[in-house]
């Protein structure tokens, strides 16, 4: 049995801790085999030597990022915590001002927050249309916006137009009340939320007015020729082959786009295929496409996310072995 004292006189013990001890409940979670105290802005470890260094280098992993950037969610402590790979141990200690991709209002700062995160920001930078594909929750579509905030903001581009298949409404919109922005509205409120938290409230509500900034239903971008933009398009997997290929085909000079989806919630009518599947099937292998998958590992959401993506991701996995034994 082996004591081991760590100093926590760089951080703020109570933001380390968390509320009601939930991150320290997490890090003795972590490590059963170890019986972790702490008293005042010390940690003691006590058990086998291996085990110890193991827990030593990951609260030393946790007080650099807190030393970096002060606030630490429970999520990024679960997810340093667990991080086997050092790419994702890297990239939550290894930040640094070059890597943020947006300063929002009150200075908050928006970047990459997972190892697939940061290649979909690798990627964009390399190439002019990606496709990133991943379950809910892995910040597919507010790190799309970030890129294309941060290119608007660096004058690499004039405009953003951020596009959704408004697939609930079956893009037949005349039934809903209101006017057409009301109508829309609903689908394309995550899209929104996103550059609320990116962009200050006046500039935003000047870079919509002006047209800088567009938010459309996919249906309104057929005929169009994009040029000198980026442009997203959210939610694929409830556009169909041809309404993706519109798209795609949408993109003029000096434009940039990503396609995000999650192939496992498609919302089309029975009677209507995804075309995201095939776009990203046929699409490979072409220099300046690149294609970024994430998965459960990058959700950014509530830890329980996670949880249950597994659990469906597993219960489909059943559902298909089950239909091939029939």
Do not use: C, W
Not at 135 to 156: D, F, I, M, S, W
Not at 168 to 196: H, M, N, Q, V, W
Not at 200 to 213: C, E, N, V
Not at 239 to 262: E, Y
């Amino acid at each position: 049995m082996t004591d081991t004292i760590i100093n926590l006189e760089t951080v703020n013990p109570i933001e380390f801790f968390g509320v009601n001890n939930n991150k320290f409940d997490i890090l003795k979670k972590k490590f059963p085999l170890l019986k972790i105290l702490s008293r005042g802005t010390q940690i003691k470890l006590s058990g086998a030597p291996e085990q110890i260094e193991i827990a030593k280098e990951k609260i030393v992993l946790i007080i650099q990022y807190m030393e970096r950037n002060g606030h630490l969610s429970e999520n990024y402590f679960e997810q340093i915590l667990g991080g086997d790979d050092a790419e994702i141990i890297d990239h939550f200690v290894e930040q640094n001002p070059n890597e943020v991709l947006v300063y929002g209002p009150n200075g908050k700062t928006v970047r990459a927050r997972t190892a697939n995160q940061k290649k979909m920001v690798q990627a964009a930078d390399k190439n002019d249309i990606v496709f990133a594909i991943g379950p809910a929750g892995t910040g597919k579509t507010y790190t799309a916006v970030a890129l294309a905030v941060r290119a608007l903001k660096n004058k690499l581009v004039k405009k953003i137009i951020l596009t959704r298949p408004a697939v609930e409404a079956g893009e037949s919109l005349g039934f809903l009340p209101g006017d057409l922005k009301e109508k829309i509205d609903p689908y394309l409120r995550p899209l929104y939320d996103a550059l609320d938290d990116m962009i200050p409230a006046d500039k935003l509500g000047y870079y919509m007015s002006t047209r800088t900034i567009e938010i459309a239903p996919l249906a309104y971008m057929r005929g169009r020729t994009l040029d000198h933009a980026f442009i997203i398009l959210d939610e694929s997997q409830n556009a169909n082959d041809l309404q993706i290929k519109m798209f795609l085909t949408r993109i003029g000079s000096n434009a940039k786009a990503i396609i995000t989806g999650d192939p496992t919630q498609v919302d089309l009518p029975r009677n209507q295929k995804s075309g995201l599947e095939k776009a990203s099937r046929i699409l490979q292998n072409i220099e300046g496409i690149a294609h970024i998958q994430l998965d459960e590992e990058d959700v950014v959401r509530h830890k329980l996310v996670k949880a249950i993506i597994k659990a469906y991701d597993k219960e489909r996995e059943n559902e298909t072995e089950n239909s091939y034994h029939r």
